[in-house]
C-alpha cells in the first residue's frame, strides 16, 4: 500500500491565482516526520519544510503555507499568488523508523503555473 | 560549500555493461541513500546506509550493489544494467535520526540501450 498519496498528478493555474496540492499519508508510528521538497524543471530537489507528528500548528512562509491535519493524515501545501517560477513537481515525503531510515516519497504532482 | 555530488550526471550504456555511479557528501553525515526517479512513481529508495560497512536494502534493490567502505562515499554499482533500469537516479545523505532532513545531489541521469 503507497505510504504517501498525492492525488494530484497535474495542476494548471494561472499566474496570481491560489492553488493547494494534498498530500494524504499513512503510518502506525506515532513519531514521524513529512516533508515537502520542490523539482524544478532543472532537476534538482529543493527541500521546503519539515514538520513533526506532534506540531499540527499551520505555517507560513511568504506565500507559502501548510496544513498538517493528523486526523485525516494529511499535509496539504498552498501556494498564494502563484508565480511561473512556482512551476515544478512536488513531492510529499514520510520519514519513519527508530533512525528514519525509512524515507518515502509520494509520486508528486506537477504544478504549472501559466503567464 | 556542503554538498551532495555524483558522476557521472549523464550516462548511456548498453545491456550488461558494469557501471558505477559515483555519489560523496561532505557534511559528514551518518545516513546516505540512493532514489530512482521514475514518471508517476516519485522516488524510489534503492539502498540505504546508516554507516560505514552497514548498508540495507530500500523497496527496489534488485539489480543493484552497493558499498559503504567510507563515510563520505556511497558508490551504486549495477553489474548488469538492463533497459528497465533506465531512470534518473539521486544520491542523498542526512544525520541519522528519524526527522532529519535528507539533502540530495543532482541526479544522474542513465540510458540503457
Not at chain 2, 516519485?42 to 539489480?63: A, C, F, W
Amino acid at each position: 500500500a503507497q505510504k504517501v498519496t498525492q492525488a494530484q498528478t497535474e495542476i494548471s493555474v494561472v499566474e496570481k491565482e491560489d492553488v493547494t496540492l494534498d498530500c494524504v499519508y499513512e503510518t502506525r508510528d506515532t513519531t514521524y516526520y513529512l516533508f515537502w521538497y520542490k523539482q524544478p524543471p532543472s532537476g534538482e530537489l529543493v527541500f521546503l519544510i519539515r514538520r513533526n507528528s506532534f506540531d499540527e500548528q499551520n505555517e507560513i512562509s511568504g506565500r507559502y503555507s501548510w496544513n498538517f491535519q493528523k486526523s485525516t493524515s494529511s499535509f496539504n501545501f498552498t501556494i498564494t499568488a502563484s508565480q511561473v517560477v512556482d512551476s515544478a513537481v512536488y513531492f510529499c515525503a514520510l520519514s519513519e523508523g527508530d533512525y528514519g531510515q525509512n524515507f518515502v516519497f509520494g509520486p508528486g504532482t506537477r504544478l504549472s503555473v501559466l503567464p | 560549500e556542503a554538498q551532495v555530488t555524483q558522476n557521472p550526471r549523464y550516462l548511456i550504456t548498453v545491456t550488461g555493461k558494469k557501471l558505477t555511479v559515483t555519489c560523496s557528501q561532505n557534511m559528514n553525515h551518518e545516513y546516505m541513500s540512493w532514489y530512482r526517479q521514475d514518471p508517476g512513481l516519485g522516488l524510489r529508495q534503492i539502498y540505504y546506509s546508516m554507516n560505514v560497512e552497514v548498508t540495507d536494502k530500500g523497496d527496489v534493490p534488485e539489480g543493484y550493489k552497493v558499498s559503504r567502505k567510507e563515510k563520505r562515499n556511497f558508490p551504486l554499482i549495477l553489474e548488469s544494467p538492463s533497459p528497465n533500469q533506465t531512470s534518473l537516479y539521486f544520491c542523498a545523505s542526512s544525520l541519522l535520526g528519524v526527522g532529519e532532513t535528507q539533502y540530495f545531489g543532482p541526479g544522474t541521469r542513465l540510458l540503457v540501450l
